[in-house]
């Protein structure tokens, strides 16, 4: 089957790589010209496509990546896995009219769009299948099959990569869902259809909300169970030994990715916007885990306080800068702002993570080094933000000479916990 792949970030680039594993000619598109040479010379930049696996496609003929439109034509398939973000708090579909439109030019009788991106319920039939009709003259559900399924990627996740975890499915009518569902029960072990892309819309939206809102749960924990003279960790291992009725969530400096920050909003825009209330779980969620930050900075102020220091002046090392453990995705991630805001009070702020190299959404003031054990030591506190496996946590534990562990990976004098 000739398949296009729209987007090739971290959704849509494992997809493109398994689809041409499993013997789809696949091409795949994306906007950004620097990513297409990037990922044409081979050099993957997300970390659940190995460069290897890339190359191999790529040398077989099985993929090929471009910038140009006119490429897409003749495809059977179409997948859109193009970003979704948030504008002022209003969802920004820009990316998916535009791919939407494209695809349009090239659609055929009996070929099949599928929409992957994160949106409210209703985008796949309200927004996205009109633009394919009038950009193509064709009808849907008549001549063409289209229909909405979910991304899960979940960046790092050795035991669930995209292949075993569970792709849910679905059509805009009977048709467009066999159609969707056999090509994903051939790219995954477990396809889960469902009635209509409304529900498969919500489905995601459901997943990411209930996350974002049970890490809210245990931030606010973890900031009222301090004055408590409670160690929230200790009590967060407990309540997990209970083997039903709870789900074990852990405290951190704040949510990052597209999941948590963004997504959960789409939902509570469109309840807003369609049942004329508030989704005021989303909302509160939303508050304390965007200020997760400025906590983080308050604590530090704390402790330079007990040693009789500013931070104005001082120097900071953060460790980690990605949003989560052996990625490089630093996509809203909550470090950025802890920078931010140390930076603005006058703190020498170093940043360290072996995954992040290179990227804009960090403030351009943070010295950016490598956690060395001279690094540590010179440092008037270190600030543990993402553990990465890559750092030398007996080294910090030796030389720093505070540390503020964000994810309750360190434990001694000179260490205190999130």
Not at 15 to 27: C, F, I, P, T, Y
Not at 161 to 173: A, C, E, L, Q, Y
């Amino acid at each position: 089957m000739h398949v296009v792949v729209a987007g090739q970030g971290y959704v849509g680039l494992p997809l493109a790589v398994r689809a041409a594993e499993v013997g789809h000619r696949v091409v795949a598109y994306d906007v950004d010209p620097l990513r297409v040479q990037q990922i044409a010379a081979g050099q993957s930049y997300v970390e659940d496509v190995a460069s290897a696996r890339l190359r191999a496609v790529l040398d077989s003929g099985a993929y090929s990546v471009t910038a140009d439109a006119t490429e897409l034509a003749g495809f059977d398939m179409a997948i859109i896995t193009v970003p979704t973000p948030l504008l002022d708090g209003v969802p920004d579909l820009t990316y998916v009219e535009s791919c939407a439109h494209t695809l349009g030019a090239h659609l055929r009788p009996d070929t099949t769009v599928v929409l992957e991106s994160t949106t409210y319920p209703g985008t796949t039939e309200e927004l996205v299948l009109p633009i394919l009709e009038k950009s193509s003259g064709l009808i849907g559900g008549t001549d063409f099959h289209a229909g909405y399924s979910p991304e899960r990627i979940d960046p790092g996740n050795r035991a669930w990569p995209f292949d075993k975890t569970p792709k849910v499915v679905s059509g805009i009518d009977a048709a467009s869902l066999d159609v969707v569902k056999d090509f994903y029960d051939g790219l995954v072990e477990t396809t889960v259809p469902v009635s209509g892309t409304r529900v498969a819309e919500l489905t995601k939206l459901i997943e990411n909300t209930f996350r974002h809102v049970n890490i809210a749960l245990v931030n606010e924990i973890a900031m009222l169970a301090k004055p408590l003279g409670v160690n929230v960790w200790d009590a967060i291992d407990a309540a997990a030994s209970k083997p039903f009725g709870y789900m074990r969530f852990t405290p951190g400096p704040g949510v990052g990715g597209h999941c948590l920050p963004i997504d959960p909003s789409f939902l509570s825009w469109k309840v807003e916007r369609a049942v004329g209330v508030s989704f005021r779980f989303v909302d509160l969620a939303n508050d304390v885990n965007k200020h997760m930050p400025d906590y983080v900075v308050r604590r530090l102020m704390e402790a330079f306080n007990r040693r009789r220091m500013a931070v104005s002046g001082s120097r900071v090392l953060l460790l980690g800068l990605a949003y989560k453990a052996n990625t490089s995705d630093a996509r809203e991630s909550p470090s950025a702002r802890v920078a931010e805001l140390l930076l603005d009070f006058g703190a020498e702020v170093r940043g360290a993570d072996p995954h992040v190299v290179d990227d804009i959404r960090i403030d351009q003031r943070l010295i950016r080094v490598e956690a060395t054990a001279e690094e540590i030591a010179a440092s008037d506190a270190v600030v543990l933000l993402t553990d990465h496996a890559e750092f030398d946590y007996e080294t910090i534990l030796e030389r720093a000479p505070y540390v503020l562990d964000c994810r309750n990976r360190l434990s001694g004098a000179n260490v205190d916990v999130l």
